[in-house]
Structure formats: structure tokens, C-alpha cells
T-cell receptor, first 113, second 116 residues
Framework: GNSVTQMEGPVTLSEEAFLTINCTYTATGYPSLFWYVQYPGEGLQLLLKATKADDKGSNKGFEATYRKETTSFHLEKGSVQVSDSAVYFCALSVRGSNYKLTFGKGTLLTVNP | AAGVIQSPRHLIKEKRETATLKCYPIPRHDTVYWYQQGPGQDPQFLISFYEKMQSDKGSIPDRFSAQQFSDYHSELNMSSLELGDSALYFC???????????????FGPGTRLLVL
């Protein structure tokens, strides 16, 4: 089956620190990979995605590269801000599974000023 | 840009009652997904619809049913509610491009259901 394993945290950083949240996956077929962000009390927002090996998704200073050889899609940001405090979910979907999303457990990020 | 609309945003019910959650996808999106997110948990897939037909089913209890209507909006009906049904229920929609279902799902703000 399909599964996503991500660093559960919580992760606490100071403003302008470097962020890495690890995500690895197992999938039957060829998955598309996603990072979603959930701010307190809000819904899920798509942060970035990659649909094939070696693709790099990027948005708002966040980046993640689809690594087929290590089945990973780690999220990185060079300099976090207080406003980045949220829960981050790594997720995958596979065409053969009607594209339903399988999520990791989520990582709570808190950025202190 | 128009987003996915869910109603109601908050719902409080008693045990054994019935609840109906509604989802209005982004215009011209014909695929709808429902997810359940328990407190502190990751979202779990419940059910999906494509062109008004059920396309996939996940860990959805038999007490729950759903459908997609001719205008592509969807409703999730939940009967005999239990305390454990308290959760955030998300709807997401996606579209087709050149006849191919797109993998990117856009989420609504969710309906927070509390069962007392």
C-alpha cells in the first residue's frame, strides 16, 4: 500500500533559522508528492508539489525535491519567519488510486521571534 | 479566485443524531474528495466522486453516505453519530485537463463537527 512517514516534531526554531522537515514514502505505482500547510484553526493549503522524479517544487521560499532513489521529498526553507508557524503535512497520490491523498502524521513548526 | 466552499463551518450534534455536510467545489471542478481529520491527526480519506459517480471509498463507516449532485456539489450524510465522529471534515476538489483527472486537490476550510 501507500504510506508517508514524516518527522513528527514538534520543531521549534528561531526566526531566520534553516528548516528541514524529512518526508519519505512508499507507493505502488508512480506517486505525485505534495506538501500541505495548515495554519491554526484553518484548512489545508497546498504549499508545493512535484509530479515526477527530480522535479523540484517551490513556493514562498520553501523547496522540496522528488528523490526517487531515496523515496524522499524533504521540505526546506533557508530562513523561516514567525508567520511560517503551522502544521506541515507531506502527502502523496497515485493515479491508480484515483488520486486520493495519503498524508503523513504532520509536523508542528513553531518559529519564535 | 473562487475556492471550495463548505457548510456549515461548525456543527454541534448529540449522540445518535444525524448531520449533513455540504461541499461546493471550485467552478468547473468535477471531482470531489472527502477527508476526516481527528484531533491532532492527519486527514484520512473517506470517499470520492468523479462526474457524479463514486470513484473510490476509504475508511468510511457504514453509517455515513455521500453523493454528488448534477451541479457537482456533494453532501456527506452522517447518521447515528458517535462521540468518535467529532472531527474536522474536509472537502477537496480537482479538475480535468485535456480529459485527464489532475492530481492537485484544493481543499475547503472544513466543517468542524462536535458530537456531545
Amino acid at each position: 500500500g501507500n504510506s508517508v512517514t514524516q518527522m513528527e516534531g514538534p520543531v521549534t526554531l528561531s526566526e531566520e533559522a534553516f528548516l528541514t522537515i524529512n518526508c519519505t514514502y512508499t507507493a505502488t505505482g508512480y506517486p505525485s508528492l505534495f506538501w500541505y500547510v495548515q495554519y491554526p484553526g484553518e484548512g489545508l493549503q497546498l504549499l508545493l508539489k512535484a509530479t515526477k522524479a527530480d522535479d523540484k517544487g517551490s513556493n514562498k521560499g520553501f523547496e522540496a525535491t522528488y528523490r526517487k532513489e531515496t523515496t524522499s521529498f524533504h521540505l526546506e526553507k533557508g530562513s523561516v519567519q514567525v508567520s511560517d508557524s503551522a502544521v506541515y503535512f507531506c502527502a502523496l497520490s497515485v493515479r491508480g488510486s484515483n488520486y486520493k491523498l495519503t498524508f503523513g502524521k504532520g509536523t508542528l513548526l513553531t518559529v519564535n521571534p | 479566485a473562487a475556492g471550495v466552499i463548505q457548510s456549515p463551518r461548525h456543527l454541534i450534534k448529540e449522540k445518535r443524531e444525524t448531520a449533513t455536510l455540504k461541499c461546493y467545489p471550485i467552478p468547473r471542478h468535477d471531482t470531489v474528495y472527502w477527508y476526516q481529520q481527528g484531533p491532532g491527526q492527519d486527514p484520512q480519506f473517506l470517499i470520492s466522486f468523479y462526474e457524479k459517480m463514486q470513484s473510490d471509498k476509504g475508511s468510511i463507516p457504514d453509517r455515513f453516505s455521500a453523493q454528488q449532485f448534477s451541479d457537482y456539489h456533494s453532501e456527506l450524510n452522517m447518521s447515528s453519530l458517535e462521540l468518535g465522529d467529532s472531527a474536522l471534515y474536509f472537502c477537496a476538489s480537482s479538475s480535468k485537463k485535456q480529459g485527464v483527472v489532475q492530481e492537485t486537490q484544493y481543499f475547503g476550510p472544513g466543517t468542524r463537527l462536535l458530537v456531545l
